[in-house]
């Protein structure tokens, strides 16, 4: 009889930890949409807090993983920056050298290789201020133009239940996983000291 409880207490209680934990998970996606029993209205964690999950992700990608600063150092950089340069002038080389001459050959017969040159120079250099304006300003520009915070936290609010949920458990299956097989092992872990405590009370 004693082995029968040797056997049967750690495995229950094993068991009784695993169903316990894998029923607090299912509860974290279901129900998707409130649902009365008696008094009581359920709705999964997940769901019934996506626009407060939406909110808290806008923030963590806008002010850690996405941040104007972080953006910024990215996108200004001095390859990038002459990139840029160097592309308007050459479609401006390429505009003076074809079209302009194309369209206006008159007004072509005075403007020299000098001349070019001049006004490649002076846009360049207006090129360089505006760029170094808009690097200065980044910050306004993206939250006023762009609003990452906000952006994220719309596409999130957009998907509905079925979609978060199948979001969250692929990010969270393996954790999941290991929170239900924990249940188990802390269950069969207990049911062990139930044995000793047993066998020390006979």
């Not at 009581?40 to 941040?67: C, M, Y």
């Not at 390859?79 to 194309?102: A, C, R």
């Not at 006004?119 to 300003?137: G, V």
């Not at 520009?141 to 458990?169: C, F, P, T």
């Amino acid at each position: 009889m004693f082995i029968l409880k040797l056997i049967l207490i750690p495995l229950i209680s094993g068991l009784i930890g695993w169903i316990t934990n894998k029923i607090a998970v299912w509860l974290l996606f279901n129900p998707k949409n409130p649902t009365r029993i008696l008094f009581w209205t359920f709705q999964g964690v997940f769901p019934k807090r996506q626009s407060a999950i939406a909110e808290r992700i806008g923030d963590l990608v806008a002010d850690e993983l996405l941040s104007s600063v972080s953006i910024k150092q990215q996108i200004f950089t001095d390859e990038n920056l002459s990139g840029i340069v160097n592309f308007v002038l050459q479609k401006v080389d390429n505009y003076l050298e074809t079209e302009f001459k194309e369209q206006h050959w008159f007004l072509s017969i005075f403007v020299g290789d000098g001349t070019k040159t001049k006004m490649k120079s002076e846009l360049e250099r207006k090129l360089y201020e505006s760029l170094d304006d808009i690097s200065d300003n980044f910050h306004d520009y993206v939250e006023n133009k762009v609003n990452i915070r906000s952006l994220v936290a719309q596409r999130i609010n957009g998907l509905d239940s079925d979609q978060v949920n199948n979001l969250m458990n692929q990010i969270l299956k393996s954790e999941l996983g290991f929170i239900e097989l924990t249940g188990a092992v802390l269950g069969f872990i207990i049911g062990l000291f139930q044995i000793v405590i047993l066998f020390l009370m006979d």
